[in-house]
């Protein structure tokens, strides 16, 4: 497609249940990230992935949090046991490259409700 | 650590009046900045950017100066419309080798007709 593709948009969850949230990057565009955004904590960066392997997972805030990405494409974002504080919108965005200035596109998100 | 700090919100404005949504950051070296906008429904996306010193980006009548002497990079706008409704985000990135954006906390400005 000509953008970032998120999906499920929106999920809503049990406390204690798995999620897989999926992005489609734009095609041929290397490089891909997650992103959190949620109220009073803003936009927090999860993992980048380079590729299929991801050299900075420091944004993940626990175990529960894991990420995969296949054939240097699609790329699943999954948390383990969810909580309520996991209610948030979960950002992807991709760029071609990682150079300075390089424009990061973001996709429009993935709605996580945690109950 | 790198940091960007956004003046808080919400900015309320009238229509056709002069627009400024302060950001200074903190970086151990020279990085891009940006400013990114999220309208209501909407993703983020990019509203502009600057990659050295002095550098001017802009982009639908909206402009910011990137000033290493002050470590700031303002966004301004002469004369607002109510679509400029939305939620503004000032990042920098460039630091790393992955490019990886951090972001402000973001500033909500609301325009009134």
């Known amino acids: 497609g000509a953008g970032v593709s998120q999906s499920p948009s929106n999920k809503v969850t049990e406390k204690g249940k798995d999620v897989e949230l999926r992005c489609d990057p734009i095609?041929?565009?290397?490089?891909l990230y997650w992103y959190r955004q949620s109220l009073g904590q803003g936009l927090e960066f999860l993992i980048y992935f380079q590729g299929n392997s991801a050299p900075d997972k420091s944004g993940l805030p626990s175990d529960r949090f894991s990420a995969e990405r296949t054939g240097g494409s699609v790329s699943t974002l999954t948390i383990q046991r969810t909580q309520q504080e996991d209610s948030a919108v979960y950002l992807c965005?991709?760029?071609?490259?990682?150079?300075?200035?390089?424009?990061?596109?973001f996709g429009e998100g993935s709605w996580l409700t945690v109950v | 650590g790198n940091s960007v700090t956004q003046m808080e919100g919400p900015v309320t404005l009238s229509e056709e009046a002069f627009l400024t949504i302060n950001c200074t950051y903190t970086a151990t070296g020279y990085p891009s900045l940006f400013w990114y906008v999220q309208y209501p429904g909407e993703g983020l996306q990019l509203l502009l950017k600057?990659?050295?010193?002095?550098d001017k980006g802009s982009n639908k009548g909206f402009e910011a100066t990137y000033r290493k002497e002050t470590t700031s990079f303002h966004l301004e706008k002469g004369s607002v419309q109510v679509s400029d409704s939305a939620v503004y985000f000032c990042a920098l990135s460039g630091l790393s080798n992955t490019g990886k954006l951090i972001f402000g906390q973001g500033t909500t400005l609301q325009v009134k007709p």
């Open positions: 095609s041929g565009h290397t490089a």
């Open positions: 600057a990659t050295k010193a002095d």
């Open positions: 965005a991709s760029s071609f490259e990682t150079g300075s200035g390089n424009t990061i596109y």
